[in-house]
């Protein structure tokens, strides 16, 4: 058996998420059924992280092991081909027998884009969430600062996740402007279920004066859900990088 | 009666282009219906220019004239509420009563956005040219800088247009790198049909050694649509700017 490793990036907007659901279109049915149509048989294939509907993917990971040996860049080639035009395949690697997208994965980057404009863009609808009031990107750069580190991260969690350990080390906390675009870099080891969303959420409402500016530590230090800030859409949300 | 100037953007993938038709939806229609609702009745919207199907707009202009005056930030403010999401309201002002977005158009700027990277993006599906093979394009732009002045473009003109004269007077002609897009960008007086995509075409072969460097001059001269490159999809082209 060969374990593939791929690099795709995916527009979420489409898809009730990565995981395979009974009804409705994932983008994990989307890349089985190509694999499917490259190896005569349908592969298990696991993904780095589940996502939620309409979270898009700048760069996700996912394996399968197949019987078949093909060159990585034959595989690119031909899944790209059955993949619909908002999936595509980066790049192909064959791994070791034991690697697993998401048992391997020892750290991830995720992007969160905010639109910082009077007006709505249409060209990233469903791509960004759109924020009116006019933001300082330094200022909240500074603001996030007071996540990096390892911490109790349960007020950044939302209800009805069923992780082990609500402790994550966050390495990077950045926020720059690009144009009208502001965006919001998280990396640690791991995230709690909606975390990068309410953490974004959590700046804006500094930004907003709904939350008091340098509250970040005493919000973490509460370990309640209320302190914080609201959970914003999935739409501006991207899986930017994996780490393993 | 208020003669209205709107500046709108809008993600053409969806429309058969600006103009107004029986069977198809138009970004026209859409600007019309948003107009009767704010105002009682549906004025005549005239549009700068004519798009073709699935040609996009940073920056469009049309006017129209209507009975009642209201203020321009309730005009964008409302419109947009009643514009789907792929057409905005960027700005709207009070244009002297012979204004129109047409006739009184001094010059046109468009880009042709190409992605050039081996495999698509799928967040710029319908909104770029997907071309695989790696581009030059500080060649490119040295190659384009042949098409300024003023000449008889009739080689990069499509069959079926009715222009009067088909001199124009090109005053810019830049190809940059940006990541991995390649963006050609073209101001001129006017442009004839298809002109912008067939003079994007004819640079790409240039890149493709279909066609030899330095030959624009050569091409221009023979006035042969037959010695120019191929025009490529109305997918990759922005109208960028009107000039009045």
Redesign the interface.
């Known amino acids: 058996m060969t374990n593939y490793l791929l690099t795709i ?3 979420g907007s489409s898809y009730h998420g990565w995981q395979f659901q009974e009804n409705a279109i994932s983008v994990q049915q989307r890349i089985m059924e190509a694999a499917a149509r490259m190896f005569g048989e349908m592969p298990v294939v696991n993904g780095c992280s589940r996502t939620d509907a309409g979270v ?1 993917a700048n760069r996700f990971c996912c394996n399968f092991k197949a019987p078949r040996f093909y060159p990585c860049e034959n595989v ?1 080639a031909a899944m ?1 081909t059955y993949l619909p ?6 790049s192909c690697e064959v791994a070791d027998d034991d690697f697993h997208a998401r048992f391997s994965c020892k750290g991830k980057e995720y992007e969160y884009v905010v639109w910082n404009a009077p ?5 990233l ?1 469903k ?1 960004a969430y759109h924020y009116k009031y006019p933001l300082d990107a330094g200022f909240l750069d500074k603001q996030a600062k007071d996540l990096l580190g390892t911490h109790d991260f349960t007020c950044f969690m939302a209800a009805g996740s069923d992780a082990k350990t609500t402790v994550r080390t966050i390495t990077k906390a950045d926020v720059r402007r690009e144009g009208e675009k502001v965006i919001f870099t998280f990396g640690a080891d791991g995230f709690l279920y909606n975390m990068v969303r309410i953490m974004t959420g959590t700046l804006l409402y500094i930004a907003a004066g709904k939350i008091e500016p340098d509250s970040i530590p005493a919000i973490i230090e509460s370990k309640d859900r209320l302190q914080a800030g609201i959970t914003v859409p999935g739409d501006g949300l991207y899986l930017n990088r994996i780490y393993y």
């Open positions: 990036r995916f527009d898009h690119v790209n035009m908002d999936i595509v395949i980066l007006v709505r863009d249409p060209f609808h791509r």
